[in-house]
């Protein structure tokens, strides 16, 4: 199973920036690892896709995205980022990394905390 640790969230004011940060216990965009992602969680809300990206460079963003975010990737040091800009107050969450085995298995990291506020 692998093991996924998110960092970078943090306290930021509207139209401000983060990046995160997703580091696997190994490669990413493997095999055996085909398809990265990341998702957010807000209070009282279902967690919902925030953006994918798999190993042949294909991604996927959410609609309320609208290009303020770029999911990125350094696969060799195992790593997932996402860049986050004009950030707005209903980007509060908690974002949480995801790792899809090439059997469909998902993965979890234990999340970081995102909010938006004057």
């Known amino acids: 199973q692998v093991q996924l640790a998110e960092s970078g969230g943090g306290l930021v004011q509207p139209g401000g920036s983060l990046k995160l940060s997703c580091v696997a216990s190994e490669n990413i965009f493997t095999s055996r690892l085909p398809a990265m992602g990341w998702y957010r969680q807000a209070p009282g809300k279902q967690r919902e896709l925030v953006a994918t990206?798999?190993?042949?460079?294909?991604?996927k963003y959410a609609d309320f995205v609208q290009g303020r975010f770029a999911i990125t990737s350094a696969p060799t040091r195992g790593t997932l980022y996402l860049q986050m800009n004009s950030l707005k107050p209903e980007d509060t969450a908690v974002y949480f990394c995801n790792a899809k085995t090439y059997a469909g298995t998902d993965n979890w990291g234990p999340g970081t905390q995102v909010t938006v506020s004057s």
């Open positions: 990206r798999s190993r042949y460079g294909t991604t």
